[in-house]
């Protein structure tokens, strides 16, 4: 690595460091630090999310998957713009009204406080896990272009994020990822430019050789259910993305934060609409590469083993000192974005789904100083499960999923449980989420045969079918049990039609109550 690389990757550090700094006045309250007293402007907001949503595995996995196939993963993610257009006028203003700073408060007022626990500690173990694998896969994509050891990758990375989050809250966080928004832009361009140039051919060439040879396709169009087809990846984009958008704190947060309902609105919208051209060119860079080294002639190195591993050798082999150290920092940036914005999330559930339970009289200086707390331990200990990944050199990672596709799924089925079926009960919901859980466990557990072999009574769909099948058996069981069994529903008000009488009903929106943690059923 060239000592400019170092200077422009050491500049950036030494901004994020001075963002946590400048921020850590503004930190008195619960309310500055976990949504930053409300204020952050629309614009801001909108690259928040884009920084969030990118992260480094789009770095590494997005191009290697276009090189070694085709653009398949780019459906799914079309409707994260679909889905906001269908439900995010109605979404963004009701959160920002019976919630006040944890998404899972709304499942507590309609379900009561057992749900509540499960779906924000599902949302923590799902992310918790997020978290150690982004670490991990940041130091081994930097560990090849560096020379860099993992573990001295990921301490560096966790004590740099935590510093800043730990410090700025919430505020911190989305400034930051600002900054990281046009780090991250910069470094596409650059890349882009010299695939494109390098080439004696000239980008005309480049392009159409990569078209012509499938580079550039969106899959399968294939009535299929057992392999990663256009329908599969539509069904599953679907769900993921409703799932994001009412289920998920990382989201919901962004709506907390802004101003107005109006730049909350503006700013997801940007958000969602920004996130679709950096995926495409994530995709564009692989088909790229692979129209580069097939047209130059260029020979691999044997070392390079997997189509994810291209990319930043590309990076490092052909990109001038400077440059290849900017892409290093938009690199290192978009891993730190996620983490810190899921550090300081975790820290929100904590406090606000369990620890105010615990401890319902203690004062908003009691709850900072535990949110403080929280983001430091959350981030160690992620710091910890990469350490562990690094030294089984990736061999726990298949524990990880299991885990996480196990107890994180259902919460978009939940929240459609509760937001469009007054007739739903506590008893319904609590059915439903076991029914899905027994469920995605023998998905999971039974998926190819890998686990467990049960022969013909093994889950043979692909496993992108495996969570948008527990969402709908949230859903279907949760109404037949809620009609069957005993239990009265509660909270009807906080449904769509419920919402839609109380808009009617009162001359401004705003004069909405807010649900208070302790406003729950049962």
């Known amino acids: 690595m060239h000592t400019i690389d170092l200077i422009v990757l050491a500049l950036y550090i030494i901004g994020l460091i001075g963002i946590g700094i400048r921020f850590a006045r503004k930190q ?3 309310d500055d630090y976990f949504v930053a007293g409300r204020s952050i402007p629309g614009w801001a907001m909108g690259l928040s999310l884009l920084a969030t949503i990118i992260t480094s595995v789009t770095f590494i996995a997005y191009p ?23 439900i995010g006028s109605i979404i963004v203003p009701f959160f920002r009204h019976v919630v006040h700073m944890s998404a899972y408060e709304y499942f507590g007022a309609r379900f009561g406080r057992l749900v509540r626990l499960y779906s924000s500690a599902a949302f923590a173990v799902g992310h918790f896990s997020k978290m150690g694998f982004v670490f991990y896969l940041l130091a081994l994509t930097l560990s ?3 020379g860099w050891s993992l573990t001295t990758i990921i301490l560096l990375t966790a004590l740099i994020t935590i510093f800043y989050t730990l410090l700025g809250g919430v505020e911190a966080v989305v400034w930051a990822d600002v900054v990281q928004g046009f780090v991250l832009w910069a470094g596409i361009l650059v890349s882009l430019g010299f695939l494109l140039w390098l080439p004696h051919q000239g980008p005309h060439a480049v392009l159409a050789d990569a078209w012509n040879h499938g580079k550039i396709s969106l899959g399968s169009t294939a009535l299929r259910f057992d392999k990663p087809t256009i329908i599969v990846l539509v069904i599953y984009g679907f769900f993921f993305y409703l799932q994001k958008y009412t289920a998920d704190q990382t989201v919901v947060q962004r709506y907390l934060i802004a101003k107005s309902d109006r730049s909350a609105l503006r700013g997801i919208v940007l958000g969602a ?21 097939r047209l130059t002639g260029e020979a691999l190195p044997k070392s390079i083993t997997k189509a994810d591993q291209i990319f930043p050798h590309f990076l490092v082999t052909h990109l001038p000192a400077g440059l290849s150290g900017l892409f290093i920092a938009a690199l290192v940036g978009s891993a730190m974005a996620m983490l810190a914005s899921d550090m300081n999330c975790l820290s929100v559930i904590t406090v606000e789904d369990f620890y105010r339970f615990i401890r319902p009289h203690a004062r908003d200086r009691e709850l900072l100083r535990a949110g403080r707390i929280i983001v430091m331990l959350s981030g160690l200990a992620a710091a910890a499960v990469a350490l562990k990944l690094a030294a089984s050199q990736g061999g ?17 089925g939940l929240f459609l449980l509760a937001f469009l079926v007054p007739r739903a009960t506590r008893t319904g919901a609590i059915t439903g989420l076991v029914a899905s859980l027994i469920f995605t466990t023998w998905g999971v557990l039974t998926e190819g045969g890998k686990i467990l072999d049960l022969g013909r009574w093994n889950f043979t769909w692909h496993d992108y079918m495996l969570g948008a099948i527990g969402h709908v058996i949230v859903l279907v069981v949760g109404v037949s049990a ?6 009265k529903p509660v909270a009807t008000n906080l449904t769509w039609s419920g919402w839609r009488n109380r808009i009617h009903s009162q001359q401004s929106v705003h004069a909405l109550d807010v649900v208070s943690p302790t406003e729950e059923c049962g």
């Open 64 to 86: 290697g998957s276009s090189y070694a196939g085709d653009w398949s993963l780019m459906v799914p993610n079309i409707l994260f713009v679909g889905v906001l257009l269908l």
């Open 482 to 487: 809620s009609y069957l069994l005993p239990g």
């Open 144 to 146: 090849r272009m560096t």
């Open 396 to 412: 726990a990672l298949q524990l990880y999923y299991t885990i996480t596709a196990i107890v994180a799924g259902g919460l978009a």
């Open 28 to 30: 008195h309250t619960t």
């Open 273 to 293: 609409v920004l996130c679709l051209p950096v995926w495409a060119s994530f995709m564009l860079i692989g088909s790229l590469l692979w129209s580069f080294y």
